[in-house]
């Protein structure tokens, strides 16, 4: 089991940036960002493997965010640049106790769940 714990989110204006971050209670393989608008289903935002070299992003938000990761404090980090209207929505962690061959894009794939962060990005 692992407790996941994210922190960053604020309301901010379109074109601003926000990092979040994801610190986890003992190390995790593949990890990921999601994010839940009210009223949609929960979305991959982006995830990355152990290694911190393989990663994943949406089409929404390649070019704009950056998921890293510290294996030595476990945590993960996504840095949200020029932020719009769009990416508002609550932003949850997710890890998986156990390796993988491929790295898993779809939320279901996912173990450990945070508890979430609200992101607000006003226009």
């Known amino acids: 089991q692992v407790q996941l714990v994210e922190s960053g989110g604020g309301l901010v204006q379109a074109g601003d940036s926000l990092r979040l971050s994801c610190a986890a209670s003992?190390?995790?393989?593949?990890a990921g960002w999601f994010r839940q608008a009210p009223g949609k289903e929960r979305e991959t935002v982006a995830t990355?493997?152990?290694?911190?070299?393989?990663?994943y992003y949406a089409d929404s938000v390649r070019g704009r965010f950056t998921i890293s990761r510290v294996n030595a404090n476990n945590t993960v980090y996504l840095q949200m640049n020029r932020l719009k209207s769009e990416d508002t929505g609550v932003y949850y962690c997710a890890a998986k106790a156990g390796d993988n061959i491929f790295l898993p894009r779809l939320p279901q794939s996912y173990d450990y769940w945070g508890q979430g962060t609200q992101v607000t990005v006003s226009s």
């Open positions: 003992r190390r995790t393989y593949a």
């Open positions: 990355i493997a152990i290694s911190g070299i393989n990663t």
